[in-house]
């Protein structure tokens, strides 16, 4: 079983920038892809960005809702994944979820089964 946690959402202003942080409980590098997805109050839930494949392999996929102001990365030291973003606005206003599917050879396989409790981002402008 793989337990996701996230931490570093909060309330900034338009403009502004976070870095969300997802800790993974084992080893997720090479085992599996790893993806931030949102949703707001009244909406549906959005990928917002996942990362497949690690090394030469490694893939970046973004939503064009967010393309250009966010980054996501790996990061080993947590086994997990942070998303960084940057002119932040009020549409960026959701609870963000971390979340994991197995990997293989590089490539993804099956539904994202394993989830984090969600850190709220409200973005004012």
């Known amino acids: 079983q793989l337990e996701l946690v996230e931490s570093g959402g909060g309330s900034v202003q338009a403009g502004g920038s976070l870095r969300l942080s997802c800790a993974a409980s084992?080893?997720?590098?090479?085992?599996?892809?790893m993806a931030w997805f949102r949703q707001a109050p009244g909406k549906e839930r959005e990928e917002v960005a996942h990362?497949?494949?690690?090394?030469?392999?490694?893939?970046?996929h973004y939503s064009d809702s967010v393309k250009g102001r966010a980054t996501i990365s790996r990061d080993n030291a947590n086994n997990g994944v942070d998303l960084q973003m940057s002119n932040l606005i009020p549409d960026d206003t959701a609870t963000y979820y971390c979340?994991?599917?197995?990997?293989?050879?590089?490539?993804?396989?099956?539904?994202?089964?394993?989830w984090g409790q969600g850190t709220q981002v409200t973005v004012s402008s």
């Open positions: 990362v497949e494949g690690y090394d030469a392999t490694e893939r970046f």
């Open positions: 084992k080893y997720t590098y090479s085992s599996y892809c």
């Open positions: 979340a994991a599917r197995p990997m293989s050879g590089g490539n993804c396989y099956d539904d994202y089964k394993y």
